[in-house]
Each structure stands twice: as C-alpha cells, then as structure tokens.
C-alpha cells in the first residue's frame, strides 16, 4: 500500500495578484507539484480531477531526501532488502488512485471563545478577530476557502466551552468544493464561552484518525489566546496539555500549524505550539535555531492574514507518494508507475524516483501532467 500526494495549485486569483505577487513568483520558478494529499482505494474506477500548482517550502522543513517531513513522523529503519537466499522476497506493494480524492485534507480548528469578539488590532479597529479571520477564510471575492475549494478538501471545526459542556465543537468534515459548507456554519456562529485547545486538538485528531481515506491531514489551528482546559477554564494554564495534544497530532501523521490572532497568543506560547505540531523540540527558536518552526502571528488587515493563510497552505509538501515500508533502490528497476495507463520512467527530470526509502517523488513532465488534469495512477512495486 501507498499513500500519494501529488501537486495542487495553491495560487490566488486576479483579486489578490497584485498582492500576492511575490509568492506567485516564487511558485512559478520553484515549479513544484502542489500539496501533499490523501489517498484512496479504488474498485478501478478512475474519477476525474483537475491538477494544480507549486508553492515554496518551508525553509524550516527537512529537504526532500529527509525521512522526517511534514505529513508523516519520522521513520527510523534501514531500506528494505530485495531478497534473497535467507529472505523472504519484498512484499507486493499496488494501489490506484484517483485524482479526485488526492487533495490536501486541512481541518481548520478555529476559536470561537468570547475573546474572538475584540477588536483587532486594537480597540479603534472596525474589525473584530472574529470577523477579520471570517473574511480571510471566507470572503467570496477573495477569501483562501473560496479560492482553493477546487484544490484543497477543506474542513472546520469551531471550538469554545461552557460550563459543563466542553468541549464544544461546530463542525464541518472536510471534502473538496465545501465554501458554502464551511461558510454557512461561520454565519450561523459567534464568539462565547472559553479556549479549551488541548481537549479540542485530542478530539479532531480522534475524529481525523476514524476517517476511511489512508492519506496524510493537516491541522490548521486558528487562535486568540492562551490554552484552558476543560479540568480548568480559568486561568489560562492549559498550554501543556495543548502542546501534548499538538506533539500527538504529529506522532499520529497528522502535522499541525498554528496561527496566532492577537497578542493573547504570541511568544514562547505561540512558538511552542508551532514547533510541537511539526515534529520539532519545543523549545527551539524560529530565527535562532535550526530547524525552528515558523510561529505565525496575524496582520492587522483581511488581505495580509489572506496571504497569510495561502503561505501556509504553501507550507505543504509535494508531489509524494509515501510507502507504508522501506522500498530498496534495487526493487525500481521493475517498478511500474503509471499515469493514465502510460508508464512512467524512473528519471530524475522526468518521471519519478526514490527520494528516501520511505517515498517516491513524483517529477517533471510527470508531475505537470498531474496538475493539468490527470485522471489515475498506478504504483505497483515488487509486485511482478
């Protein structure tokens, strides 16, 4: 078994090129292949799906030879031999997958406590944090949900508590085209109650781990101030419990980042609930020390928490398969991967290869066919 994730365009319409220039330069030049996204099993029936496009990585995340990426924990273990006289030959590995499905799976955990109600930034600002990230996510014209719904299978799940009932989760599960979805439950909101984060985080990755599809997800958590818990809402003394619950969200495949909304959440907090959702020692710096995870921190405008919100997307991974077993180089010379029925080369520029043991990239003319609208694709390794 395999898990794909190929390239997604995760770029900005005419609205928002003027501002988001910069990072649709450094798309275009980079030429990745999208997001990393699930995977499912199919009875051989192809599904149709448009492609899409490439983002820059996050200068904080291992290269594409590294085992430890964002998407999976790290796998330790030597590559798997292709056999011989004392060994039991490599175990078949097929699947086929369809495009459809193969889109990045982001649930985007949002605070709805009453604190969500305060002006942002400041007391004189016409926006509240509430709205200011309603608009981000949901603007028709330009919000990131409406713009990317084709590419990405976007969830929600707004978290607050009250007394006796935490915590309380407003969802939305995530599947492609799910704007009006996700945007519908927002309108049908407001903020209340309390931040019970490390609870809410335990419950969405409980929930992300029941789902059918085999492919890795990703946490967005959107939040305005430091963690309660529902033991104890006041004061706000649940930061363990939320930095464990976002070291458990990585161990179980699930990478998570963080976005803080105001200054209530910023710091070491914020740094540490980066570094925890990405795998990282929580007490590395972002700036100082190596392999620091960004923490995110909010502007103080719609389309620069926009931007915002597209950067980080663009922190996902691309164009991968990740392989549920060490795979040999020496096992790729009877490989067979296709796309569409047509085989693909085991090629550097073209094609695919073995990054690591654990995954196969898929490059090139290969992977820009994907983002143009390929249909279905076929690994099957050791299997002949």
Request: with cysteine.
């Amino acid at each position: 078994m395999v898990e794909l994730n190929h390239s997604s365009t995760l770029g900005v319409r005419r609205p928002l090129r003027a501002l988001l220039l910069g990072l649709g330069v450094a798309a275009a030049v980079l030429g990745g292949c999208g997001a990393r996204s699930s995977v499912d099993l199919l009875e051989g029936n192809p599904a149709g799906g448009a492609g899409a496009g490439a983002n820059a990585p996050d200068p904080a995340l291992p290269s594409a030879g590294s085992t430890a990426v964002a998407g999976s924990p790290s796998i330790a273990g030597s590559p798997a031999q292709a056999g011989g006289p004392n060994l039991a030959p490599p175990a078949c590995e097929a699947v086929t997958v369809a495009f459809d499905e193969l889109r990045p799976a982001l649930t985007l955990v949002v605070d709805q406590s009453l604190s969500m109600r305060f002006h942002y930034p400041d007391d004189a600002s016409p926006a509240t944090r509430w709205s200011l990230v309603g608009d981000a996510l949901f603007n028709p014209t330009f919000g990131v949900v409406k713009q990317f719904e084709a590419s990405v299978r976007f969830g929600i799940a707004f978290f607050t508590s009250h007394p006796g009932n935490c915590p309380i989760l407003n969802e939305v599960p995530a599947r492609v085209q799910n704007y009006q979805a996700l945007r519908t439950l927002y309108d049908s909101l407001g903020p209340d109650g309390d931040t019970p984060t490390g609870d809410t985080l335990q419950q969405v990755v409980a929930e992300l781990l029941q789902l059918p599809s085999q492919g890795p997800r990703y946490i967005l958590l959107v939040t305005d101030g430091n963690p309660d818990t529902c033991a104890q809402p006041n004061p706000d003394e649940g930061q363990p419990q939320a930095v464990a619950a976002a070291q458990h969200a990585y161990a179980a495949g699930i990478p998570l980042y963080v976005l803080g909304i105001s200054n209530g959440i910023a710091g070491e907090n914020l740094q540490q609930l980066a570094n925890a959702g990405l795998g990282r020692p929580i007490d590395l710096v972002y700036g100082v020390d190596p392999g620091a995870a960004q923490p995110f921190q909010a502007t103080d405008n719609v389309l620069g928490l926009t931007e915002q919100f597209a950067g980080i997307l663009n922190r996902i991974p691309l164009c991968e398969v990740r392989l549920r077993r060490d795979v040999a180089f020496s096992e790729l010379s009877d490989a067979k991967v296709s796309l569409d029925g047509q085989l693909l080369p085991y090629n550097m520029a073209n094609g695919y290869v073995l990054s690591d043991p654990r995954h196969v990239a898929i490059v090139g003319r290969a992977c820009d066919a994907i983002r143009a609208g390929g249909r279905q694709l076929s690994v099957r390794i050791s299997c002949d």
